[in-house]
C-alpha cells in the first residue's frame, strides 16, 4: 500500500523512510533496496538445486518404500509433494519480492507486530533441528575423508563414545558445523554464491550416479525392472487403506520436507527481480531436481541389488563398498567431498537463512542476521540431532501439521483479505496498523490453535485418523478457513 514514505515501481514496493523503532527494525530486517534485488531465475534455481540434492534426499524413495509404496509409487509422492508444496512457495514468495521483506516481517501483518514471534520462531526451532541433522551427516562424509587419508583414523580415541558419537564424528561433526558458520558470517551474497557454484556439479554428480547405474544394470529398462523388487510391505492392503494409510502420509512428508520454506521463503525471494523471475526459478529448481534425485536413489539402489545382492540406500555405506572392491582412494575421496558439498549446500540456505533472521525479529536491537545464524548453529549441536534420525518420516508428518496451519493463516491474510496490499511503513511500527491487541492478532492465534488442535484429534482417535495422516492439509485448510472467517468483515 504506497504511501508517503513508500513508492512502487513495476511491481515493487520500497519504504523510503523506515520508521525508527528499535522494537521492530534493524538493518538486517529492512526491506531489500531496488539495488539489492539482483537475484534471477538462475540464481533462484539454483538456490533450489544446492537444497534438493543431498543425502536426506537421495534416502526418500527408501522412507517411502519402507512404509509401504513401490519404487514408481514412491516417485509419484515425492513429485505430488512437492508439486503441492510449490502452491503455498509462490504464493508466500510473493509478498517477499513485491515488499522485499523476509520472513518474520511478513508475519506481522497476520499475527500482529508482536505476535509474528509464534510461528517465527516455531519455524526457526524446526529449523536448528534440521540444520543438527545436515551438519551431522555433512560430519560423517568429513571423517570419511579423512580415514581415506590417515589409517589410524577410525581408532582414535579407542571406541569411547559421548552422548552417542565417537571422538572421531564429534571431531568432524564440529569442524563441518565450523564450516556452515564460516558463510552464516559472511552473510547473505555467500550463500548466493555458494548456491549458484554447487549446483551445475551437484547435478553432474547426479548425472554420473545414473550412468553408473543403468551401466551396471545393463541399460535403464533392466534397471527399472529390477526396481521391481524395491517393494515395501503392503500386507495385502485394500487400495483405500493403501492411500490414506500409506499414500496420504507419504505425500503429506514430502509437503513436511519443505514445508519449512514455504513458511520463509520471502527470506530469498526479496532479492529476487520480479515476480516473474521468482515463481519460474522456483518451478525450474524445487519439483525437477526432488523428483531427479530420488529417482538416481532408486536408480543407484536398483544396481546394488544387481551388483551386491542387496540393496544399499546409504550412499556413504555405498561409496565404502565400491572403495574397498575397486582399492580406489581418489574415488571415494571425490565421493565423500560431494557429499560434502551437498550437505552443506542445503544447509546454509535450507536452515540457517531462517532461524538467522527469526532470532533478529525476535530482539533487534541486540541480535543481528549475523548473531541469530550463530544462535541457531549452537541450537544445532545442543539438540543432538543424530538422534532424531529414527523419527525421520513421523517427525516430518507431525511438524507439517504446525507448520501447514500458519500457511493458511499467512495465505489467507495476505491473499483473500488483504488482496496482496501490505501497508509496509506500519510492519515496522510498534504502534501501527498491526498492533491489534498488544502486538498480537488474538484471532490468528486461535485460527493457528484450531488447525493444530484439529490434527490433534487425528493422532489420539482412530476413527479420525486421516486428519494427522494428512496433517499438513488439515492444519491448512481448518486454519485459512477459521482465520477468514474471524477476520472477514461483515
Known amino acids: 500500500m504506497p504511501s508517503a514514505d513508500t513508492r512502487e515501481v513495476d511491481g515493487l514496493v520500497e519504504l523510503l523512510t523506515p520508521p525508527d523503532d528499535p522494537v521492530l527494525r534493524n538493518p538486517d530486517l529492512d ?5 539489492q534485488r539482483t537475484w534471477n531465475r538462475w540464481n533462484l534455481a539454483a538456490l533450489w538445486v544446492g537444497m534438493s540434492v543431498c543425502v536426506p534426499t537421495y534416502m526418500l524413495a527408501a522412507s517411502l518404500i519402507a512404509a509401504g509404496m513401490n519404487w514408481w509409487q514412491a516417485m509419484l509422492a515425492v513429485l505430488l509433494g512437492n508439486l503441492l508444496v510449490m502452491v503455498p512457495m509462490i504464493l508466500n514468495g510473493h509478498a517477499g519480492t513485491r515488499y522485499g521483506i523476509p520472513f518474520p516481517v511478513f508475519a506481522r501483518a497476520a499475527f500482529g507486530v508482536f505476535g509474528s514471534h509464534i510461528p517465527s520462531i516455531a519455524r526457526a526451532l524446526v529449523a536448528c533441528g534440521w540444520f543438527g541433522i545436515q551438519t551431522y551427516i555433512g560430519g560423517e562424509a568429513m571423517s ?14 579407542g571406541g569411547a563414545m559421548f552422548l552417542g558419537l565417537s571422538l572421531t564424528s564429534w571431531i568432524t561433526f564440529l569442524l563441518f558445523w565450523l564450516l556452515n558458520v564460516y558463510f552464516v558470517w559472511r552473510g547473505t551474497e555467500s550463500i548466493k554464491w555458494l548456491e549458484t557454484l554447487a549446483a551445475p556439479f551437484l547435478l553432474l554428480v ?20 529390477q526396481s521391481s523388487t524395491l517393494v515395501g510391505d503392503q500386507k495385502d492392503m485394500s487400495a483405500g487403506a493403501f492411500l490414506l494409510t500409506v499414500f496420504l502420509p507419504g505425500v503429506t512428508a514430502m509437503l513436511g520436507f519443505w514445508a519449512t520454506l514455504s513458511l520463509n521463503i520471502p527470506d530469498f525471494t526479496r532479492y529476487a527481480k520480479n515476480q516473474q523471475e521468482q515463481v519460474v526459478g522456483q518451478f525450474l529448481g524445487l519439483p525437477t531436481t526432488m523428483l531427479m534425485f530420488s529417482f538416481v536413489g532408486v536408480a543407484v539402489t536398483s544396481a ?16 565404502a ?3 574397498s572392491e575397486s582399492g580406489s582412494t581418489t574415488l571415494a575421496f571425490v565421493s565423500m567431498l560431494t557429499l560434502a558439498i551437498a550437505t552443506l549446500s542445503t544447509n546454509i540456505a535450507a536452515n540457517i537463512v531462517s532461524p538467522a533472521y527469526s532470532f533478529s525479529n525476535a530482539f533487534p536491537r541486540k541480535v543481528s542476521f549475523r548473531t541469530g545464524g550463530l544462535i541457531a548453529a549452537g541450537l544445532g549441536i545442543v539438540l543432538c540431532p543424530w538422534l532424531l534420525l529414527d523419527m525421520y518420516i513421523g517427525w516430518l508428518v507431525t511438524y507439517s501439521g504446525l507448520l501447514g496451519a500458519v500457511g493458511g493463516v499467512l495465505i489467507a491474510d495476505y491473499w483473500l483479505l488483504r488482496g496482496t496490499k501490505l501497508n509496509l511503513v506500519d510492519l515496522y511500527r510498534s504502534n501501527g496498523e498491526y498492533r491489534y491487541a498488544d502486538g498480537f492478532n488474538h484471532k490468528a492465534l486461535v485460527a493457528l490453535l484450531a488447525g493444530i488442535a484439529v490434527v490433534m484429534v487425528g493422532y489420539f482417535v482412530p476413527a479420525a485418523s486421516f486428519l494427522f495422516q494428512g496433517a499438513w492439509f488439515t492444519g491448512f485448510v481448518v486454519s485459512a478457513g477459521m482465520y477468514y472467517g474471524l477476520m472477514r468483515k461483515p
Open 31 to 35: 526491506p531489500t533496496a531496488r539495488e
Open 321 to 323: 563398498r565400491l572403495t
Open 206 to 225: 547426479g548425472v554420473a550416479l545414473l550412468w553408473w547405474a543403468t551401466g551396471k544394470a545393463g541399460g535403464l529398462g533392466t534397471l527399472l525392472e
Open 144 to 157: 570419511a575423508m579423512i580415514g581415506l587419508l590417515w589409517d589410524g583414523w577410525a581408532t582414535l580415541g
Open 304 to 319: 546394488t541389488v544387481i551388483v551386491y545382492g542387496e540393496p544399499i540406500w546409504d550412499p556413504v555405506k555405498l561409496v
